[in-house]
């Protein structure tokens, strides 16, 4: 039996596109609420010898998680052979150390949370500073699709005379492969973070940007302290910049706040849904998963 993909969510959309690449069907996964806010799963029954791949971005996680437990064990259950997960946003990844003295390292305890609940998983470009790779704390198969070269594909069709900025050193893992697979220069700015919606970004070097258009990346915008914070350095001391975000998160008001600190563009992938989407993963994670699931096959059986 081929490949069954359960959207949770608002992942119809990148589900499909998966299930037209894969030659896969997807099946319905329905969430609805009770009144007490418990949730209540019921998935496509006809799951027998499946390989079910579950497709869930992982934004808003506590909402998430535990409904995609119930619908891991549920197809399980129903006698799926087996449950892998694409989660192109992978939350908590950025809690990977104590901070503080008693603070749960969440990066730890989600990855444990996941090994239980699913077989494989697929996410894109998972932030990973402290821990080098995802393998150090999931104990599942964990591949790591990169954005950087549909997003460089971006950039080269709509920008000209890029140059690329990425607002703290972590970034410099996203932006130097996007800059190389562009034919653009880049370059790294650092960044004190005082608080979660506090944040000091060193000056860029405006000189650099004479005749070029800035484009700001970065791996997830949040709450858009950090982005704003380059976007009010730049502001009339160049063309207005581009933003390219991989995980467009917006907390709030974030996305209109970089437009209001002089952005002249935002756009993101469509690892999250949101209105920015410009730049399509399906085919990179579409090839990762496939990739995950003829292993399946060969180390279950067909
Ligand atoms: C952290 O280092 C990440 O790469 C982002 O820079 C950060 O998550 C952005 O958060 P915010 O939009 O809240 O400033």
């Known amino acids: 039996m081929s490949a069954v993909l359960l959207p949770l969510a608002d992942d119809g959309r990148l589900a499909t596109a998966l299930a037209t690449r894969l030659g896969a069907r997807v099946g ?56 892998g997960l694409v989660a192109p946003y992978l939350a908590y990844m950025r809690q990977d150390r104590r901070f503080h003295p008693g603070e749960a390292v969440s990066a730890r305890a989600f990855a444990r949370f996941l090994d239980e609940s699913v077989d494989w998983l697929v996410t894109v470009d998972p932030h990973l500073h402290r821990i080098k790779a995802l393998g150090r704390v999931f104990r599942i198969p964990a591949d790591c699709v990169s954005a950087a070269a549909p997003i460089a594909g971006w950039i080269r069709d709509h920008v000209e005379q890029p140059l690329l900025i990425g607002p703290d050193e972590e970034s410099a893992q996203w932006v130097e492969r996007m800059a190389s697979a562009a034919g653009a220069s880049y370059e790294l700015l650092r960044k004190v973070r005082h608080g979660p919606t506090d944040v000091e970004v060193s000056l860029p070097d405006v000189r650099r ?20 914070a380059v976007l009010e350095h730049l502001h009339g001391r160049c063309e207005p910049a581009i933003c390219v975000v991989i995980h467009p998160l917006f907390v709030g008001d974030a996305f209109e706040s970089l437009y209001r600190a002089g952005a002249g563009l935002v756009v993101s992938t469509d690892s999250i849904p949101h209105s920015s989407n410009a730049i399509r993963l399906d085919e990179p994670i579409a090839a990762a998963v496939a990739a995950r699931l003829a292993a399946t096959s060969i180390e279950i059986g067909p």
């Open 209 to 228: 940007l004479r005749g070029r258009t800035p484009v700001l990346v970065d791996d997830i915008v949040s709450t858009g302290k950090t982005m704003c």
């Open 28 to 83: 319905t996964l329905r969430w609805t609420r009770f009144p007490d806010a418990e949730s209540l799963i019921a998935i496509d029954p006809s799951l027998d010898g499946a390989d079910v791949v579950l497709v869930a971005s992982l934004n808003r996680p506590d909402d998430k998680a535990l409904a995609l437990r119930f619908a891991a064990d549920t197809a399980r259950e129903l006698g799926a052979r087996s449950v």
